[in-house]
């Protein structure tokens, strides 16, 4: 079969390979790979040197259709034919404290596809059935490819947030992630205001088509006089960083309110510097969200059933496999790309 693999752990060493298919464990199941979603991750490991987790499938974000079960299969809602996403969990101790718990995201010895072992950019992919999710009637399998970065939103959104039915938020950085996590707001019943620079005119642009009712450029309009507009001068009630800038997360706490969330989605090269006493003072709270969880992806999968959150509309580009290079330099320019892999 056909696979996008970092073949070596040099910066650069990425080609599309036939590899030998996947066997399946007996509580597994072998998916034919419709469709691929890329992300900085997977550029990231494009361009790095010294990945110790070679050689190795890229891809963490997929849908497709079970071609073969394993014998141990119990889940009387996966079957051959049936169309599928999956969480991104390949391995788990199952023993700790955090797996009993279905926090996979916090479990020491978990390793994840397209990141520590191989991935979904590739014809066939064998997973858990543990991980895997049938996909709710009307949701297309290009719409299912990006149950994973939705995953992430609803886990910072919905799980690791207060309350915020009626509460402004601001959302910073516009990539897939923070549309998605502006969308999972709207979806809950808050006011979201997307935050980007004037690089993401086309994206800010596309997000009022979506349906995010404030959009805001940094560079050339004030955030902070938008959130006193909306909240009659307190302030937003979170703040969710999804940019991976220090600055932009250093800036976001004077647009909170007394008393709000700091929500650190994002990775950063260079860890932010918060003025501690003004987290003290205005009792803010700082709160990481890493990943999400099996009910990250239940959840995600009811908002794109019900129609609440269309992922297609973040898709800037679809383009074939064979096209990974083209693809991944849009993904570079910030543009969401979906690979189409099997129709």
């Known amino acids: 079969m056909k696979a996008l693999l970092k073949f070596s752990p040099a910066a650069g060493a990425v080609e599309l390979r036939d590899v030998k298919e996947p066997s399946i464990a007996d509580d597994a199941v072998l998916i034919d790979v419709a469709y ?11 361009d790095s040197a010294g990945d110790q987790h070679t050689p190795r499938i890229l891809g963490h974000e997929a849908s497709g ?25 390949a391995v788990l101790c199952m023993q700790c404290t955090y797996c009993r718990s279905e926090q996979y995201n916090r479990c020491a010895k978990r390793k994840g596809i397209g990141t520590t072992t191989d991935g979904a950019l590739a014809d066939r992919i064998a997973m858990p059935e543990r991980a895997v999710h049938a996909l709710p009637p009307g949701v297309s399998l290009r719409a299912a490819a990006l ?25 910073t950085g516009p990539g897939a992630v923070g549309q998605l996590t502006a ?26 088509e979506m349906g995010i009712p404030h959009v805001v450029n940094s560079e050339s309009e004030s955030v902070a006089e938008l959130v006193k507009s909306l909240t009659g001068g307190l302030g937003a009630a979170a703040v969710f960083e999804c ?4 600055e932009v997360a250093e800036s976001a706490l004077e647009l909170l309110a007394k008393g709000g969330e700091l929500v650190m989605v994002a990775f950063y090269k260079r860890n932010p510097d918060f003025d501690i006493d003004a987290v003290v003072n205005r009792e803010l709270t ?7 969880r099996p009910s990250s992806y239940r959840t995600a999968l009811r908002l794109m059933g019900q129609g609440r959150v ?13 096209d990974w290079q083209e693809g991944m330099d ?14």
């Open 243 to 246: 940019s991976g800038s220090a």
């Open 147 to 171: 149950t994973e970065p939705l995953a992430v939103s609803v886990h910072a959104v919905v799980e690791r947030s207060a309350p915020l039915a009626g509460e402004v938020v601001v959302v």
């Open 286 to 292: 700082l709160k990481g969200s890493r990943g999400k």
């Open 36 to 46: 691929g979603a890329v992300c900085g991750t997977d550029r990231h490991a494009i």
């Open 65 to 89: 259709t079970i071609v073969a079960l394993g014998d141990g299969v119990v889940r009387a809602d996966l079957q051959i034919g049936t169309q599928v996403t999956f969480e991104t969990d």
């Open 183 to 208: 969308l999972a707001a709207l979806a809950v019943g808050a006011t979201p205001i997307l935050v980007g620079r004037s690089r993401h005119r086309e994206t800010l642009d596309r997000a009022l």
């Open 330 to 343: 849009l993904v570079a320019r910030g543009v969401k790309v979906v690979f189409r892999i099997h129709d």
């Open 310 to 322: 269309d992922t297609e509309a973040v898709i800037g580009r679809e383009l074939a496999l064979e």
